[in-house]
């Protein structure tokens, strides 16, 4: 049985809640240990944490507030609420990597000018392990659980924490470099940061264009609309099925579907079989919140 979209909203929201607890211990942390430890990708890596804390609370609110069901002003449900977290979420994390790289590129001017008087202090290592073990933790289970409940805005924030541990490695490298070659090497944590950036900026694109195509009503997947068709043509008096449109609003699907009937059977059976239709479809796997049936005859 399809789980109820309140409740996969509320399961949504109780991993974004972790995440968001996470990120306030972390961020602490990290801009801590990166001023005690002289680091400023440690410091940067903080600040990109506290920078997901906004994105984070505005998918939380956002995932509450798509549950609520279709009112006289939203007939068709709150659903693109969750399409507006996704793509806030995707900007936010594009502004996290412009920031780090901002960052990374001032730190090098600064080392080829001869300004870098100092490295970072090892035990920075450690807190960038913790942080990438906790990051990449959260991360797979954002994953799964977006992939369950079909959140767009809960992918973009699993890649935020993704791409938290992302640069996390690449400050460890960095760091590790530093600290290995001397003062000859100082910048070599600003140049894996940037390297970073790369990825960040990948996995914003992506959440970008799956946010906008959402919110355009882009089509949802051929898989879909194929078995929204066969559950219909398995329908008694249904003789074909054509001009299936499946498009997700927020965790849920909307379908649109034109069924081929007997020209001769009266406007009462055409009715009922298209409620029949509508019934199948809803009861089905897939998250649809609604179904549009179209009746169109067909002679023999």
């Known amino acids: ?74 007939p068709y449900g709150h659903g693109k609420a969750e399409s507006l977290a996704s793509l806030f979420g995707a900007l936010i994390l594009a502004i996290a990597g412009a920031l780090i790289a901002h960052n990374s590129i001032v730190q090098l001017i600064a080392v080829a000018h001869g300004h870098a008087t100092h490295l970072p202090a090892p035990f920075t290592l450690l807190i960038l392990i913790g942080v990438i073990l906790l990051k990449e933790s959260l991360y797979q289970v954002m994953v799964r659980r977006a992939r369950k409940i079909g959140s767009n805005a809960l992918l973009a924030d699993a890649w935020h924490h993704r791409s938290d541990a992302v640069t996390s490695i690449a400050a460890f490298i960095g760091i590790s470099i530093s600290l290995i070659g001397g003062r000859a090497y100082a910048g070599a944590d600003d140049w894996a940061a940037l390297f970073a950036c790369v990825v960040i900026f990948y996995s914003a694109y992506n959440n970008l264009k799956l ?90």
């Open 1 to 74: 049985m399809k789980q109820d979209l309140q409740a996969r909203a509320a399961s949504g929201r109780s991993v974004v809640l972790a995440g968001v607890l996470l990120n306030i211990i972390l961020s602490s942390g990290k801009i801590g240990g990166g001023i005690l430890g002289r680091s400023n990708a440690l410091i940067a890596d903080g600040v990109e944490s506290l920078l997901d804390l906004i994105s984070s609370l505005f998918i939380w609110i956002a995932l509450k507030y798509a549950a609520k069901p279709p009112d006289e002003d939203h």
């Open 211 to 300: 946010s906008l195509g959402e919110m355009m009503d882009a089509r949802v997947s051929t898989d879909a609309e194929a078995a929204v068709i066969a559950e219909a043509c398995a329908v008694p008096g249904v003789l074909s099925a054509e001009k299936c449109r499946v498009r997700k609003s927020g965790l849920a699907y909307l379908a649109d579907i034109h069924i081929r009937v007997d020209a001769n059977i009266s406007v009462r059976e055409g009715h009922d079989i298209s409620h029949a239709v509508k019934d199948r479809l809803m009861a089905n796997d897939l998250p649809l919140e609604d179904v549009t049936v179209h009746i169109e005859p067909e002679e023999h």
